[in-house]
């Protein structure tokens, strides 16, 4: 198997595809959390936005979330505790089981959303400038199919 790039000449290895995509995907991160600050949700910090990832929270389980987002419940919890404290969310009676909850987001989290998702928007943009249009159309479709590829792939352990 190859590992796609050479040694550096200190005999470390070349970083693997994840530690890349890691330095990526943290970019757009700070990317996001800077502007939703900038943008006045100066009562957030990023683990809370780090919360809303594509397709958002809507609906979804505390369970759920925490499964997706790859943390504890209590975590999540927490953190939706906070949310709803701050009139971004609610967490409801689930119609099919009545015991669990679902999240609901209130007009101030769909304010919250729409401004994350174009901050992501924004981050892309910059993606594609640094990349050019060629370059950035070829990572996006490699990337729709691994996702497509290895979305439930089970762990190997």
């Known amino acids: ?59 979804l389980r505390p369970s759920q979330l925490a499964d997706r987002r790859g943390i504890t419940k209590q975590s999540v919890n927490d953190l939706l505790g906070y949310l709803e404290q701050h009139g971004y969310l609610l967490r409801v009676p689930d119609s099919v089981d009545g015991r669990a909850r679902v999240i609901r987001l209130t007009p101030k989290g769909w304010r919250l959303q729409k401004t994350i998702y174009a901050e992501a928007a924004s981050a892309q943009l910059r993606i594609e400038e640094i990349l050019g249009p060629r370059r950035y159309a070829q990572m996006h479709s490699s990337l729709e199919l691994l996702t497509e590829q290895l979305a439930g792939s089970p762990a190997v352990p």
Not at 39 to 50: C, E, F, I, R, T
């Open 1 to 59: 198997m190859s590992s796609g790039s050479p040694d550096h000449p200190n005999g470390e290895p070349s970083p693997y595809v994840g530690a890349l995509l890691g330095v990526v995907w943290q970019w757009v991160r700070d990317q996001l959390y800077a502007g939703v600050i900038a943008a006045g949700y100066d009562d957030l910090n990023a683990a809370h936005v780090g919360l809303w990832r594509y397709p958002g929270l809507e609906g």
